[in-house]
């Protein structure tokens, strides 16, 4: 193998071992050719789960793989509703999809993998309470718990208000987020007058 191809291929290797996952952009910006990425595939070190998105075939799977996934291939993209649910334990539910928010104007990508559920939020409301996990090496954006459950009742049509009731109870009972703070979040977002009896109701059963 020509030296510059060897460079080529360690770098690849490194930068994978750093970062976790790349999309094909980020790895040809780094230097790093088409040719040389597939000759790793084939010799197995490095694995594609999705078209333009590689990683090392070594690196260790995290249960919320998934959401890492669509964070690379949906960058400006936050990981919401039931999927942030299941990130935070709240819930029982077991998404087919992974549930993303992007901003009404974005561009929508179309995928075969991972299967993904886009929702569209207004940006005021994409960009409040979004914080960010590290899942194997990716900086992924996730709704916080308190955040995910305001937005289960704003988008409660789509995900059914009993998922929402139970995000607002397990939110409470594993003193994952405060009343106050669902209170002061869903005025915010001005869905208070459609949690107020459910928070109430909460408070009243000290939960």
């Excluded at 790349?22 to 050719?33: C, F, M, Q, V």
């Excluded at 694995?47 to 799977?61: C, H, K, M, N, V």
């Excluded at 009993?162 to 915010?188: I, M």
């Amino acid at each position: 193998m020509p030296s510059h191809k060897a460079s080529q291929a360690q770098r690849a290797q490194a930068l994978l071992a750093e970062h976790g996952m790349l999309r094909l952009r980020e790895l040809t910006e780094a230097g790093i050719g088409e040719e040389t990425l597939s000759r790793l595939v084939r010799q197995g070190s490095v694995i594609r789960p999705s078209r333009g998105l590689y990683q090392a075939a070594d690196a260790e799977i995290d249960a919320a793989h998934s959401l890492a996934e669509a964070a690379k291939l949906v960058p400006k993209g936050v990981i919401c509703l039931i999927s942030a649910l299941q990130y935070h334990e709240l819930t029982t539910q077991l998404p087919s999809r992974v549930w993303v928010a992007i901003s009404r104007a974005a561009w929508k990508p179309s995928l075969s993998y991972p299967p993904i559920r886009i929702v569209r939020f207004a940006d005021r409301s994409l960009d409040t309470g979004v914080e960010t996990h590290m899942i194997e090496g990716v900086a992924v954006r996730i709704t916080s718990v308190a955040k995910t459950v305001v937005d289960c009742f704003r988008y409660r049509n789509k995900i059914g208000t009993d998922v929402a009731l139970e995000a607002l109870r397990e939110g409470l009972r594993k003193r994952r987020c405060s009343a106050n703070a669902l209170w002061k979040l869903a005025r915010e977002l001005r869905i208070l007058s459609v949690m107020r009896p459910y928070l109430e109701s909460a408070a009243s059963d000290g939960a």
